[in-house]
């Protein structure tokens, strides 16, 4: 069955929709340059980013939120635990939200938004490459580099390996149509979008935390995840 047509169900918890799979936008170099866009904090790697496509990007854009669906995308995870990425094209308040979930849980639990209010983030290195590499099936797709670029604005790490830059360029170099991949990527995770990277660490009780300010993975944010929900979304991101 094709993943782009396809209707997802209502995920718990989350207002808005209606909900629709749009896994065909993955393989539109276009789409790329948009959805990337907020990972970029210099004139420079804005440049390295759209181009000459400048002006194509953003009709593409426009005409993404002006949808009235809500164009959503999963990825699996292990122990049917999945995430979801939901283009919000709600007027006035457009964004995306990234989002875990099991079938036990009452509720998706929101990891990062994207919008002008940035709220994250929701993701370590390890953590990303993890659930692009997987390969588990059910979701939009299973290419590693699609994933890796689809969840990319919801990491933070102040620890990416020396590795990062070249695995980051490989997925640009293979969905979208930069010139000079290699050199974006670093500008990427050097930038690492609106709140910039976060310190990881093991808490107390043994799961991963970050100490970002607009994180809802620090414990001491008045608005962070309870200690229980924080140890459930870290053991189904564990890498």
Do not use: K
């Not at 036990?104 to 490459?129: C, I, K, N, T, Y």
């Not at 692009?132 to 790490?157: C, E, I, K, V, Y």
């Not at 020396?162 to 640009?172: F, I």
Request: charged share 20%; net charge negative.
């Amino acid at each position: 069955m094709n993943s782009a047509n396809l209707q997802p169900a209502r995920i718990a918890g989350y207002d808005g929709g209606p909900l629709t799979y749009q896994a065909r936008l993955l393989d539109e170099p276009l789409f790329w340059l948009g959805h990337l866009s907020s990972c970029i904090q210099s004139e420079e790697a804005e440049e390295l980013l759209f181009g000459a496509d400048y002006d194509a990007a953003g009709d593409f854009q426009r005409q993404l939120w002006e949808r009235a669906e809500w164009p959503a995308f999963t990825v699996p995870l292990a122990a049917d635990h999945r995430l979801h990425v939901v283009y919000r094209t709600v007027a006035d308040d457009t964004g995306i939200d990234y989002l875990l979930h099991h079938p036990d849980w009452d509720q998706a639990e929101v990891l990062a938004r994207d919008d002008g209010h940035f709220m994250g983030p929701g993701l370590s290195w390890p953590e990303l490459v993890a659930a692009a590499d997987n390969m588990l099936p059910g979701g939009s797709t299973t290419d590693p580099h699609s994933r890796l670029l689809l969840l990319l604005p919801a990491f933070g790490d102040d620890a990416v390996p020396d590795d990062a830059v070249g695995r980051l360029a490989g997925a640009l170099r293979a969905r979208t149509s930069v010139e000079d991949p290699e050199t974006l990527a670093s500008a990427l995770l050097e930038d690492q979008g609106g709140p910039g990277p976060a310190r990881w660490m093991v808490a107390g009780h043994g799961f991963s935390v970050n100490d970002g300010e607009y994180s809802f993975r620090n414990p001491t944010n008045l608005f962070a995840l309870s200690a229980d929900r924080l140890a459930q979304v870290a053991t189904a991101l564990a890498p």
